[in-house]
């Protein structure tokens, strides 16, 4: 089992409006039941805030 700690780049696989999203990014906080993956596209951060139990949440790989 791999732990994942700040600034680990990681991919997600998240179910949204019955769509599978893959979301890469590095991680930048994470709290008790929060974690916040930033990405950055063209000189623009891209932040998404994923919820630890959230039922919608596949997979959450730490990337080599």
């Known amino acids: 089992m791999q732990f994942i ?3 680990d780049v990681v ?3 998240y179910i949204s409006n019955y ?3 893959i979301f890469f ?3 930048k906080k994470i709290k ?3 974690f ?3 990405k950055k596209v063209q000189d ?3 932040k998404k805030v994923f919820l630890v139990k ?6 959450l790989k730490k990337k080599k």
């Not at 959230?54 to 997979?59: A, G, Q, T, Y």
Request: charged fraction near 20%.
């Open 54 to 59: 959230n039922p919608n949440l596949i997979s």
């Open 36 to 38: 916040t993956i930033v």
């Open 25 to 27: 990014g590095l991680v």
């Open 32 to 34: 008790k039941s929060t």
């Open 44 to 46: 623009i951060e891209v």
């Open 5 to 7: 700690k700040k600034n």
């Open 11 to 13: 991919s997600v696989t």
């Open 19 to 21: 769509k599978i999203y």
